[in-house]
């Protein structure tokens, strides 16, 4: 296999020429912030945390996206570039509803590890707070817009590993959305194999496994009255 | 509700006797049922029936062997494809530079508030839908309303209320000079 | 044919051209023609006289125009012409009556609109007749195609292009010999030629305008291309919103096809070429190149990571040339009249000429061809005929959502690609809006900003996020709840989305915020600092922002 040299971080390296700069800058042990990309997934470029300086470009190249080149010369983490990486996760926050108290993945969430690295401790944009529903229609899973990213990964697996394309991305801009078949509700699109691939991908809480979020894990202790109520005065007292 | 269950319709998915779905079929066809071709056969549906209604959209799905979230995905992307039924009068306002330069954000106020009625939003009655646009590239014309299929140019709010007003009552439309766009010219043989 | 179509013409001592696209269509253009004829008629001079429907002038905001060619005189040019003027145009040319009622409505020939243009890719817009294929023949079309075909290899057309120095007229101006030379290159069994007919920005028309009246010479333009780097498939991509465009390209190419200049064995040689039309649905993003891709392909027309490149693989994996349409329009005028003829035209760096959209407070808007280089002075004052109502000029936006403004101090400054980068602006693919003193800036930053917010894909954070931010923020500056902390925050955000997105749209999203706060940030700071808008636009309601999200 045919090798380049590149410099990253003024360390020289060599990297395979069919490899990605995230793969020359993973394979050096450097911890560059990803979320769209997912190893197993095709590449989709857009989250654009993984964003690296190239000299002799004028732009920023997505680390994920780029083939290596010989005699390459990568900065990872500029001053620069980790004020941008931190302002794109402010955006994120800013996007949707990403309320970590109450999140199923709090603690085991992408987006919350992300912006604890890189130190963000406040969001100083507009929180847009969209009117946006969730989905529990599926018998298994459950979908909450509120806490999605928009990185594709959920419609790249269901479509390049299950072969289902269940989901798919609709509208554009702001406005975009994870959707099930013709924007039904996930239970009853028939194309859904239930696999449960889109939920192991999500990087954040916004598909999760039913039975696993807060209300569901409440106690029932009145149920003792009711039984009893039953069985030995024959009244059954709705509460 | 979008059952969407293929057993449904073991056919084809189409009402046998909608002759709207011609229109669709000569497009498929045309195509040679190439996957490729959706925005076309999309394109198609959207003029034979005004919008895209969810049986049509399964049905294309069908025909081209694609998955319906593909479909629904491509469909929403576009601005050109509506999902709702449209009003039986359609008012598209120009916003492009020229037409914004000459404010025509007041056109867009004045007939919202004189019709009761949002931005890409149809009345309640079916009769009116206001819609935006970027741009028809008749800058030289700014302000520029599209009502009727007539391009309007060189509007204020008032005539333009006016002209609305007086074909939703169902007066002539004040031929002001324009001419349909439609009939600008006959089909080639 | 062209012989048989010229000998056609000279029966006729006088012919009168009527424009018909789309803006003098809107002023009534097809009932003056409709009243020509019948005056025509109803006078007996079918055969001395002929109406023709022919493509735009420019100046749109005068329309309907009437130009009459009368045998062994000038042309003349006439304006504002409806169907009561129109018989009276026959009494003067026809009858030699004077007819003063026509005084005014006459355009002088040395009238600077036209005076101060160089028509290099328009030549033929406004005289021929754009559904005749005779007619684009008869004045020389085709004859490049002809050319290439019979003494020129695909090398040899594609160093001409390089010689001839011509840059790509979507915006970036990327060389296109260069493009072309990779495409030619690029290993690949199938190859395609696409055109950009996807003219987003608002306020821009120059693709539309070509495409409605001279179609023959787009098509001749692709198939040339096609021939330079081997593809024998184009495809043209027309914005939805112009159909009288896709109609009238599409009766020229079946026009074409039967007389075997498109199609299989063009011209008896062994070169195939075929051209189809695919039509935009609404969505500015695509007039970027991968995102134009992915819609020619039927999908969401969202942007993909480069490299590759469509030059190494576009459609379908195979190598794809792609161009805008004004770019094609070039091509058959440095066939014929040879690279070192344009190349005269234009700045070192900067060939030929350019065709914009102006519009905004000037007093003659319409559609002009300059030669690149001129002074913007030259355009607003001259061609222009300066602002409307003699209001002071305040400053020119080029290049639309993704250009900026560029004030008065620099109206002495020759445009070309570089200036206008360096002024924070851009040539893109060329509108042109003028404004005076009444326009607000951080007001038109904000529109734009709504612009580019309802315009972007979804796909990469920066663009998706960002732009609804600075919209936001923007709102705040117009209705006087902004703090200058907003503003910081306003710059930063520029930056970032600027350097950070993936495509086009998102990294040039920001230049109408960049540009203004450069040379008009007092106006900023006076609706922050004041509550007060310099050019009374913005109304100080604080009311909430309605920012829609579903």
């Not at chain 3, 222009?384 to 004030?407: H, L, M, N, V």
Request: neutral net charge.
């Amino acid at each position: 296999m045919s090798v380049v040299t590149l410099t990253i971080n003024d360390k020289l390296v060599s990297a395979p020429r069919t490899a990605t700069l995230l793969d020359a800058i993973q394979d050096q042990g450097i911890d560059v912030p990803t979320l769209c990309h997912l190893k197993g997934l095709s590449e989709r470029g857009g989250c654009r945390l993984c964003v690296v300086e190239v000299e002799g470009s004028p732009r920023l190249a997505a680390s994920c996206v780029t083939p290596v080149a010989e005699g390459m010369v990568i900065r990872t983490h500029t001053e620069k570039i980790i004020k941008y990486r931190r302002q794109m996760i402010e955006l994120l926050l800013a996007e949707r509803n990403h309320v970590c108290a109450v999140c199923v993945q709090n603690g085991n969430c992408e987006l919350q590890t992300l912006a604890a690295k890189l130190g963000v401790t406040s969001v100083r944009y507009d929180y847009i707070c969209p009117d946006l529903p969730m989905d529990a229609s599926h018998e298994r899973f459950v979908m909450d817009h509120n806490r999605c990213v928009l990185c594709g990964r959920c419609n790249r697996v269901c479509d390049e590993v299950e072969g289902a394309h269940t989901l798919d991305m609709a509208g554009r801009g702001i406005h975009s959305k994870v959707i099930a078949g013709m924007n039904q509700p996930w239970g009853t699109s028939r194309s859904c194999t239930s696999c449960g691939k889109c939920v192991q991908v999500c990087p954040t809480g916004a598909l999760f496994k039913k039975g696993s979020t807060a209300a569901e894990m409440k106690k029932q202790h009145d149920f003792l009255l009711w039984i009893l109520d039953g069985r030995e005065k024959k009244i059954w007292r709705w509460s | 509700m979008p059952e969407a269950s293929p057993k449904k319709d073991a056919g084809n998915g189409k009402p046998a006797a909608d002759p709207r779905y011609k229109g669709i079929d000569r497009v498929l066809k045309r195509q040679q049922y190439k996957q490729d071709a959706l925005i076309e056969v999309l394109t198609a549906a959207q003029e034979a029936f005004g919008y895209l209604p969810e049986e049509v959209m399964i049905y294309i799905a069908r025909q081209l062997k694609l998955p319906f979230s593909w479909v629904y995905g491509v469909a929403t992307f576009y601005h050109f494809f509506s999902l709702k039924p449209q009003g039986k009068h359609n008012a598209i306002v120009c916003l492009g530079t020229a037409c914004y330069v000459g404010r025509a954000n007041e056109i867009v106020d004045a007939i919202s508030k004189e019709f009761n009625v949002d931005p890409g939003q149809t009345t309640p009655d079916g009769e009116l839908t206001l819609t935006t646009t970027r741009c028809l590239g008749c800058c030289g014309l700014a302000p520029v309303v599209v009502f009727e299929n007539q391009v309007l140019g060189k509007e204020s709010p008032d005539t333009t209320v006016d002209k609305i007003r007086s074909v939703l009552s169902g007066a002539a439309p004040a031929a002001t000079g324009a001419t349909r766009v439609e009939q600008e010219e006959p089909l080639p043989a | 044919m062209a012989q048989s179509e010229l000998d056609r013409q000279k029966q006729f001592r006088c012919r009168m051209l009527v424009c018909a696209s789309t803006p003098c269509i809107s002023s009534g253009a097809l009932a003056v023609e409709e009243a020509l004829k019948k005056a025509v008629e109803a006078e007996g001079l079918q055969t001395e006289i002929e109406t023709v429907a022919t493509g735009c002038l420019g100046p749109c905001s005068r329309g309907p125009l009437v130009t009459v060619q009368y045998e062994g005189q000038p042309d003349v040019a006439y304006e504002g012409v409806t169907v009561e003027i129109a018989p009276f145009l026959l009494a003067k040319h026809a009858k030699g009556l004077l007819v003063p009622e026509l005084d005014n409505k006459a355009i002088p020939a040395d009238w600077p609109f036209f005076a101060k243009q160089k028509k290099l890719v328009l030549a033929e817009s406004g005289t021929v007749d754009p559904e005749k294929l005779e007619s684009y023949v008869a004045r020389g079309g085709y004859s490049a195609l002809g050319q290439t075909l019979r003494e020129m290899t695909p090398e040899e057309v594609c160093n001409e292009m390089v010689k001839s120095g011509l840059r790509g007229r979507g915006g970036a101006g990327f060389p296109t010999g260069l493009k072309w030379n990779m495409v030619r290159k690029a290993p690949g069994e199938r190859k395609y030629v696409v055109a950009n007919g996807d003219e987003g920005d608002p306020g821009a028309y120059m693709d539309r305008t070509l495409m409605e009246s001279d179609p023959h010479r787009v098509l001749e333009g692709m198939a040339i291309a096609g021939f330079a780097v081997g593809a024998d498939q184009g495809y043209i991509y027309v914005r939805g919103e112009y159909p009288l465009a896709a109609k009238r390209l599409e009766k020229a190419i079946r026009q074409a096809e039967r007389k075997g200049l498109l199609g299989s064995r063009i011209l008896d040689s062994n070169f195939n070429f075929r051209i189809d039309i695919r039509m935009g649905a609404g969505a500015f993003v695509c007039g970027e190149e991968t995102a134009l891709m992915q819609s020619i392909m039927g999908r969401r027309g969202q942007p993909v990571p480069r490299p590759p490149y469509p030059a190494n693989r576009g459609l379908w994996g195979g190598p794809t040339l792609i161009n805008n349409v004004e770019t094609f329009g070039n091509i058959t005028t440095i066939i014929t009249k040879g690279a070192t003829f344009y190349a005269a035209y234009g700045t070192e760096k900067s060939k030929g000429a350019k065709i914009f959209a102006l519009a905004g407070k000037v007093n003659n808007t319409g559609l002009i061809e300059v030669t690149i280089g001129i002074t913007l002075r030259e355009i607003v004052f001259d061609i222009g005929g300066g602002i409307r109502g003699g209001r002071p000029f305040k400053a020119a936006q080029t290049g639309g959502p993704s250009g900026g403004c560029i004030p008065s101090e620099y109206l002495v400054t020759p445009i070309d690609y570089e200036t206008l980068q360096r002024l924070g602006s851009i040539m893109g693919s060329g509108g042109l809006i003028v404004m005076d003193d009444q326009s607000c800036m951080p007001d038109v930053a904000k529109f734009f900003m709504e612009f580019c917010m309802d315009e972007s894909c979804g796909k990469c954070g920066p663009c998706r996020g960002g732009t609804v931010q600075m919209h936001r923020i923007l709102g705040k500056i117009t209705n006087g709840s902004a703090t200058m902390e907003d503003l910081s925050k306003l710059e930063e955000l520029c930056i970032m989305v600027k350097e950070t997105s993936l495509c086009g749209l998102g990294m040039t999203a920001p230049n109408p915020i960049y540009s203004t706060l450069r040379y008009f940030r007092d106006e900023y700071e006076a609706h922050i600092r004041d509550h007060h808008c310099p050019a009374g636009v913005c109304q100080f309601t604080e009311k909430p922002l309605r920012i829609a999200v579903a």
